[in-house]
């Protein structure tokens, strides 16, 4: 059974810093593509950053997080990981973990929200 559990989300100050993971099994993890989507309330989902499976280790970011976000994956333990640094009002926002390649798999989501 395919799975995506999002963790690391929480309530954080702006300039706060927070980590996302996402746990995958029941799938190739390492062949797959996998993305860090986000979706805040009455926006469409964006993409926040992409990071390729086996080969290149090519990254991608939206403009919005570019510079302040990194994302990075261990494929000895099925997870990608998002480095949220210098988080700002706008990020608030559910977060979604996405594993892309033959077929295309979703998590739940976890929230993020940044507030004083």
């Known amino acids: 059974q395919v799975q995506l559990v999002e963790s690391g989300g929480g309530l954080v100050q702006p300039g706060g810093s927070l980590r996302l993971s996402c746990a995958a099994s029941g799938f190739a993890f390492s062949n797959y593509a996998m993305s860090w989507y986000r979706q805040a309330p009455g926006k469409e989902r964006e993409l926040v950053a992409t990071?390729?499976?086996?080969?290149?280790?090519?990254?991608h970011y939206a403009d919005s997080v570019n510079g302040r976000f990194t994302i990075s994956r261990d494929n000895a333990k099925n997870t990608v990981y998002l480095q949220m640094n210098n988080l700002k009002p706008e990020d608030t926002a559910v977060y979604l973990c996405q594993a892309a390649w033959s077929s295309t798999f979703w998590g739940q989501g976890t929230q993020v929200t940044v507030s004083s």
């Open positions: 990071i390729s499976g086996v080969g290149t280790g090519y990254t």
